[in-house]
């Protein structure tokens, strides 16, 4: 199945990586779909995810074409 | 229940005033809003600049969420949410939560339950820039 990987802020930075699409053998996790864009690297600590825009746990699975994100804790709103 | 994205500076006043404009008079008493402005330091450094990343969609999505949620545990007449990204600069408006109601006892708490959902959950990304040079905001806090 394919998959839509998509990586913000720091992670953007460190995995050097945007936006990719991977191929998964089925069942296939969101930790899964990590180390296939990455090619296995070392997960961040603190590391959010999402499944189609909602958030997820690294242990969740996925189905052929969504959309998984990466990202570090959030800093929106203000003081 | 209005939730935008903005990647341009905006006058949370205007935005306000402008959305009363739809109202039928005389039927709300209370407006709360908080707006959260841009400061010039953090974590004991002079900031420049802030750069705001944001996931679109989900960050869209989520927004008009917390607005339906607030809806249902409050008897609200309206809400707004507008938030800043791109390239932010000291003084400027980043974000602006409001609730309208007929009383003000709902009004607060309904706006205080978007800007803390906004900030504890919203997919946003602070990079700011200080005499030193970028930092994500979220590793400068656990340094």
Known sequence: ?79 | MTAQLRGEAFDPWQELARTETGFVKGKHGACASFIGTMRDFNVGDKVHSMSLEHYPEMTQQFLEAICTEAASRWNLIDSLIIHRFGEIKPGEPIVLTAAWSEHRSEAFDACRFLIEELKARAPFWKKETTDTGERWVHDAASE
Request: net charge negative; charged share 20%; proline share 5%.
């Open chain 1, 1 to 79: 199945m394919q998959l839509k990987v998509k990586f913000f802020a720091s992670l953007s930075e460190q995995t050097g990586l945007t936006e990719t699409t991977v191929d998964a053998d089925s069942p296939a996790t969101v930790l899964d779909a990590w180390n296939l864009a990455t090619g296995d690297q070392t997960l961040p600590v603190n590391i959010l995810c999402a499944i189609n825009m909602a958030y997820a746990r690294l242990d969740d699975s996925v189905s052929d074409g969504d959309e998984i994100a990466f990202f570090p804790p959030v800093t929106g709103g203000c003081a």
